[in-house]
């Protein structure tokens, strides 16, 4: 018999499942679906298995394993998104494919369910909440994100797991696991653009540096992103540029 521990931080319950010494995670949080007419309450479950919606209406409950999930989409931590294979149907007066949105209580998610979701989703996932686990990142550049008529002031970091860009406001932040970077191209000595997969699109990302490129983050930064084999920290010297201590 499973012993089942559970855990409650703020809004979010963790269980822990100990079976024949096996350790799995489930993480709870309260949310409502996002919808323009009849959005319903209930809890999104997120464990090994994948991503479900309880609520006591059982025709808006969902389960979705990772593998019918096309792209994922953390958009603020209140908000989580998730597309499917399905086509969104003739009543959405749109081509594409169906998606599921979610306002997540209190607090939101957690870092630590960022974490636990880039570790098994396999395909695609957008998140503007930086995981929990990043360690000391071996570079930080100050850049500003090219935006129409509004840029993002921040960083931009390169941690041995993906890039993040932590924008100076919480909305502009974003993190990139390796696997989901098309491209990492310098424009000019003063502007890089990262080019990201978000299932069947690619979406650029230009910045503005504050300083020169440095051609040892450039190299760093190609080689992590066209290698599948994770390159030992120990070879990269860790820098900050810019004036970040």
């Not at 169906?98 to 098994?120: H, I």
């Not at 100050?142 to 924008?167: I, K, M, N, P, W």
Request: proline share 6%; glycine share 8%; net charge neutral.
């Amino acid at each position: 018999m499973p012993r089942i521990i559970p855990i409650i931080t703020g809004a979010v319950v963790m269980t822990l499942a100990l079976a024949n010494g096996a350790r799995a995670q489930s993480f709870s949080v309260n949310a409502r679906e996002d919808a323009r007419i009849g959005g319903v309450g209930g809890a999104l479950v997120i464990d090994t298995h994948g991503i479900e919606f309880r609520t006591e209406k059982v025709e808006d409950a969902r389960d979705w394993p990772y593998a019918a999930i096309r792209v994922l989409r953390i958009d603020a931590p209140n908000r989580l998104t998730i597309e499917t294979y399905d086509a969104r149907g003739w009543i959405a007066l749109k081509r594409g494919h169906k998606r599921v949105s979610y306002n997540v209580a209190g607090e939101g998610l957690p870092p630590t369910v960022v974490d636990f979701l880039l570790n098994r989703v396999a395909r695609p996932m957008v998140t503007r909440v930086l995981p929990s686990a990043l360690g000391r990142p071996d570079w930080i550049l100050h850049v500003r994100h090219e935006r129409r008529g509004d840029d993002a002031a921040g960083t931009l970091e390169l941690y041995a797991s993906g890039v993040a860009f932590r924008g100076a406001k919480p909305e502009d932040t974003r993190f990139w696991r390796f696997r989901d970077l098309a491209s990492v191209l310098p424009l000019d000595p003063f502007r890089i653009e990262i080019t990201a997969r978000e299932a069947d699109d690619l979406e650029p990302f230009t910045f503005q540096l504050a300083e020169e490129l440095p051609a040892a983050f450039r190299d760093a930064v190609w080689a992590r992103v066209n290698s599948p084999i994770e390159h030992d920290r120990a070879c990269c010297t860790t820098r900050i540029a810019g004036g970040v201590r």
